[in-house]
């Protein structure tokens, strides 16, 4: 009896050696890939332009804050920015890895974005459009997730990652709410 257990859930190398050399003008693509590349290409074009929204808002805010404590608002919102615009290449980036081109053209952008640029305002009304803005993409993120889901893991950890600093935005909104507003809005 053999000491090796073995393991019917892995290919064995010769195969994936012989897979490894074919259709190599796919790249990263792979016979194992188990999601739609078209489907994934469309959603993440959306995630493309949804940053890419965020970017010229909050940099729009940072620039336009105005007040007492305009100076460390707009310091939060232009470090904001900086991180929207990562996740922006985080996604561009997957697209390309799935044999896409990612579309950063400002023609048709907002129609493209889950979130509004928005409009600009006082201190408050820039502050609620992020945190909005924030909410609408955690959620939408969220269903992106479980789309993924164990299709195409690598776009799923992806979006994961982008989740988890959309989330720690949307605290940094709402505690500038609190700290300029005075009383809590969660629980």
């Known amino acids: 009896m053999s000491d090796v257990v073995e393991n ?3 290919t064995d190398v010769q195969t994936l050696r012989a897979r490894a050399k074919q259709a190599i003008e796919k790249g990263a693509l792979t016979p194992a890939y188990q999601g739609n590349v078209k489907t994934a ?3 993440l074009q959306t995630v493309v332009a949804t940053e890419l929204v965020c970017v010229l808002r909050y940099t729009m805010h940072s620039i336009a804050v105005a007040g007492i404590n305009s100076e460390s608002v707009a310091s939060e919102f232009a470090t904001h920015a900086k991180e ?3 996740h922006m ?3 561009a980036n997957r697209i390309d890895q799935l044999g896409g081109v990612p ?3 400002p ?3 907002a129609t493209r974005s889950a979130t509004e640029y928005g409009n600009g305002g006082n201190l408050i009304e820039m502050v ?3 945190l909005v803005a924030e909410r609408l993409v955690i959620e939408h993120y969220r269903e992106l997730i479980r789309y993924f889901a164990d299709h195409d893991p690598t776009t799923r950890i992806m979006l994961e990652k982008i989740l988890a600093e959309e989330e720690e935005h949307a ?3 709402h505690d500038l709410l609190v700290a300029h507003e005075g009383r809590p809005f969660l629980s």
Do not use: V, Y
């Open 8 to 10: 019917t859930f892995l």
């Open 107 to 109: 023609e048709g952008l």
């Open 128 to 130: 609620r459009q992020n």
């Open 89 to 91: 290449l985080w996604a």
């Open 103 to 105: 579309d950063l053209s």
């Open 84 to 86: 929207e615009r990562a």
């Open 171 to 173: 605290t940094d909104m």
């Open 41 to 43: 290409i469309d959603l």
